[in-house]
């Protein structure tokens, strides 16, 4: 009796070494922190659903499709894991898209989430994409009628110049050079910043009854928190994050990164 529960105990201690020394050797992604990109893009098929559009010349040329390889190779150095999109959430259209792409059933349009979205998840292997959009309402006709009737028709227009400055700089980077050279004008912090004076200018129009600015400042940030959302709700410890999304989004979705304890901010450079 001695010798078999001598034996049961050898044989209890070499199991929890065997599990020590595996546990050990296996490195594992439990509370590793995520690494996040936020790639703010302007619209390369020109849909023109803003109120202030970039206007881009055919990314489907010769010229600008040896640029968005150009733009690939450098995203490729972030070695991303997932490819967040701006594409209804879970969209099952996206995933046929995509699916599609990968077997060469499927042509790549002008799209940005398919020149750098969906071409970049391929490249790297990946068997599925991340939509993660989240659409919600915004109430700027209801502001700018109330700036006209209350005269405050000075602040639209101090909104609508800064607006347009950032779109003219824009468009003066795509006619001028690069794709990549304009992505990374887009992306620099101190453009970050300026395309949210739009909104922090719209918290001025407002009245005693009535608070249009602040029902519009509150719109955008919903719609973007539900967004970021929708993007924790698909990160994993230890992912790297590429969230390719239209510039506007940029500062909130940033912003929300920075604020996260478990994620790591990521810049394009």
Known sequence: MIRSTNFLLAVIVTVAVTISASAQTTPTKTGAKAHVMILGTYHMANPGHDMFNVVSDDVLSAKRQKEVAGVIDVLKKFKPTKIMIEAPLDSEKVQKQYADYLAGNYTLTRNEIDQLGYRLAKELGHKKIYPVDFQYRFRADEMI???????????????????????????????????LET?????????VAEG???????????????????????????RNIHIFGNIVSKIEPGDRVLVLYGAGHSYWLERNVQDSPDLVLEHFE
């Open 145 to 179: 009628a109330y700036a006209k009737a209350h005269g405050q028709e000075p602040l639209l227009n101090e909104m609508f110049a800064s607006a347009q400055r950032s779109v003219d700089a824009i468009n003066d980077h795509i006619k001028h050079g690069t794709i």
């Open 183 to 191: 992505l990374r004008f887009m992306n620099a912090p101190a453009q």
């Open 196 to 222: 949210q004076n739009f909104y922090m200018t719209a918290i001025k129009i407002n009245g005693k009854d009535s608070q249009p600015g602040d029902d519009l400042l509150t719109d955008w940030y919903e």
